[in-house]
């Protein structure tokens, strides 16, 4: 297993909850230190709650990553109670269903500021942290939805999750001479705390889908960052993983009945 994570400075955003309280539950369970930064103070106070009861040393920031201010801020935090970010996971999101005929542009651009923005001015923030660590990781959670597949209701956010890639090409490489890999990781279906208000049709439909015959976890999420985060993964950078049981893989209907 790899463990070259232990002892270094993880933050997460969208920690509180989810595929990023899975993230950071991972990574404290291969010995990181983290900070999680969200924007509600009950749900990241309860995260850290969980996490430390396992034993991981936890920092909370409350901020919205759409604002450079908070994501600075989120980045003080971290170096102030861990003394360096090693690694960023840029995984805040927000994912509100609405069909194109009826989306407004505060909808609009509620998705592309977390999304979008929210990534771009978090690695900013941690940007001289982690040249300083020599050993810098910037992993986004990216989806399947945009950058593979559509899905109605997600025009907007699709198109978030297909403009976070083209970020971390870029960002792979203005920061390569920094020594900072930034890559993404690409989920399928995970099951999050949330999932439970789509409802069990939706829950039974899409498994369905999913050549391994079910929905994924936010640890599998999790151990393909731990991964990129590793020493071991240090010659990766501007790449993605996609986690997702295999959904993007049949061409059709039929290709899922032929197995
Ligand atoms: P979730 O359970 O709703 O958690 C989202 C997290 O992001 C929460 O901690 C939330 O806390 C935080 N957040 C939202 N907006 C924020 C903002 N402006 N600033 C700071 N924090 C913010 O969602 P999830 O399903 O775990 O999704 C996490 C990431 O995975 C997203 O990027 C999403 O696109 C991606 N993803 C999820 C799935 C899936 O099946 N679940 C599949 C593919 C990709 P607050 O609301 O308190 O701020």
């Given at each position: 297993m790899f463990t070259s994570v232990a002892g270094r400075s993880v933050v997460v955003t969208g920690g509180?909850?989810?595929?990023?309280?899975?993230?950071?539950r991972v990574m404290a369970g291969a010995g990181a230190n983290i900070t999680i930064g969200a924007r509600d103070e009950g749900a990241l106070a309860a995260a850290a709650a969980d996490l430390a009861q396992e034993g991981a040393q936890v920092a909370t920031a409350t901020v919205d990553v759409?604002?450079?201010?908070?994501c600075a801020r989120l980045a003080q935090i971290a170096q102030e109670h861990f003394g360096a970010i090693d690694v960023l996971c840029a995984n805040a999101?927000?994912?509100?269903?609405?069909?194109?005929?009826?989306?407004?542009e505060a909808e609009v651009d509620y998705v592309l500021g977390c999304n979008v923005k929210g990534t771009l001015f978090a690695v900013q923030a941690c940007q001289a942290a982690l040249a300083a660590s020599g050993r810098g990781r910037v992993?986004?959670?990216?989806s399947i939805t945009g950058p593979l597949t559509g899905f109605p209701g997600w025009a907007h956010y699709g198109a978030s999750k297909a403009a976070?890639?083209?970020?971390?090409?870029?960002?792979?490489?203005?920061?390569?001479?920094?020594?900072?890999?930034?890559?993404?990781?690409?989920?399928?279906?995970i099951i999050t705390e949330g999932f439970a208000d789509m409802g069990e049709d939706y829950a039974r439909a899409m498994a369905a889908s999913i050549p391994l015959g079910r929905l994924?976890?936010?640890?599998?999420?999790?151990?393909?960052?731990?991964?990129?985060?590793?020493?071991e993964a240090g010659y990766i950078t501007g790449q993605t993983i996609v986690v997702d049981g295999g959904q993007v893989l049949p061409e059709s209907l039929l290709a899922l009945q032929a197995m």
């Open positions: 509180s909850k989810g595929i990023g309280k899975g993230i950071a759409s604002r450079p201010a908070d999101g927000v994912f509100p269903n609405s069909r194109l005929a009826d989306m407004t992993i986004v959670t990216s976070q890639l083209g970020f971390v090409r870029t960002a792979a490489l203005e920061l390569a001479p920094q020594r900072i890999t930034v890559n993404a990781v690409l989920p399928g279906n994924g976890s936010v640890a599998e999420v999790g151990y393909a960052c731990l991964f990129l985060a590793s020493e």
